[in-house]
């Protein structure tokens, strides 16, 4: 892909995840760090964040509340729990600004060990984790004890293919949860494509705006945002 078109489609996406979760995601450790440093952690924060929105389909809140990158995360940058899907997503996140590259192998040898830990999570694993992932014990615990659960390792970033050692990696963890030809693990890829079409198809989206009274109405915050109730059809 040419340089310009990689520079183009950058852009999009980094305009794209600003203009979603600029108020959304928690950037408070970053109050006293240079410029590009916090501009750079925020897009990968972000961007873990907007491939949970889009392969979870779940609200940009929900997404950005499933983000835990910060220091002594142990390679894991989100977590989500969707209860009703019985399905555990795992992000690790790179924004590369120039477009080439790839988390290396280094980095997900991090990630695969990150998941068997917060699969895990006994008092002795937890100690490997952040303040933002213990506050999320219950919600781990949860998930893990769920009869039937699906888990769903995400590599987000925004460069080149992975490289073989790095895929392979990912493709022994998949292996190892899957031991016995018991299926509960696979992987995906949101890579800078994938990032990019999800922002051309939500572009297309024209908004409605109707009015109506509604009543007897409720609301309910999972797995998304939603209210219901009853509307005359006079």
């Not at 908004?207 to 007897?216: K, T």
Request: aromatic share 10%; glycine share 6%.
């Amino acid at each position: 892909m040419a340089d310009r078109v990689v520079a183009f489609r950058i852009d999009q996406v980094e305009s794209e995840i600003k203009q979603i979760f600029t108020d959304l995601i928690d950037m408070s450790d970053y109050e006293n760090k240079k410029t590009n440093d916090k501009n750079n952690a925020f897009n990968s924060r972000a961007l873990a964040a907007y491939s949970l929105h889009i392969l979870a389909d779940v609200s940009a809140s929900i997404a950005a509340d499933s983000i835990v990158d910060a220091v002594d995360d142990n390679g894991i940058d989100g977590f989500l729990f969707n209860k009703k899907q019985k399905t555990l997503w795992i992000v690790q996140s790179k924004w590369i600004q120039s477009g080439q590259g790839c988390p290396n192998k280094g980095d997900l040898l991090k990630f695969k060990e990150g998941i068997f830990d917060l699969l895990d999570f006994s008092p002795k694993k937890a100690k490997k984790f952040n303040y933002k992932v213990k506050q999320k014990e219950g919600e781990i615990k949860q998930a893990t004890r769920t009869p039937g659960l699906k888990i769903k390792i995400v590599i987000a970033y925004t460069g080149d293919k992975l490289q073989t050692h790095g895929r392979c990696t990912l493709e022994e963890c998949i292996e190892e949860l899957n031991d016995n030809d018991n299926d509960i693990a696979s992987l995906e890829i949101f890579d800078l494509d994938k990032a990019y079409s999800a922002v051309i198809e939500s572009s297309k989206q024209e908004d409605i705006e109707v009015q109506f009274s509604l009543s007897n109405w409720g609301k309910v915050d999972e797995p998304y945002q939603a209210f219901y109730g009853q509307i005359s059809a006079l």
